[in-house]
């Protein structure tokens, strides 16, 4: 039986592109959006972030 002497550099090459294509996509994915209970704890955090999210004319 003649074996390939090109096979274990082959199967590096395929483990490295694997593991660099799930680290690819572990980056791309977007941190889940943070969720408030309430405006109260909203506006702890930051007065500009109720402005951002419920628009210009928001009034604490």
Do not use: H, V
């Amino acid at each position: 039986m003649i074996s390939n002497p090109f096979a274990n550099y082959t199967l590096s090459i395929a483990t490295q592109y694997q593991d660099t294509k799930k680290g690819l996509i572990e980056a791309a994915k977007q941190p889940p959006r943070k969720r408030y209970t309430s405006i109260d704890t909203m506006l702890e955090e930051c007065f500009f972030l109720g402005a951002t999210r419920f628009g210009t004319n928001f009034i604490a």
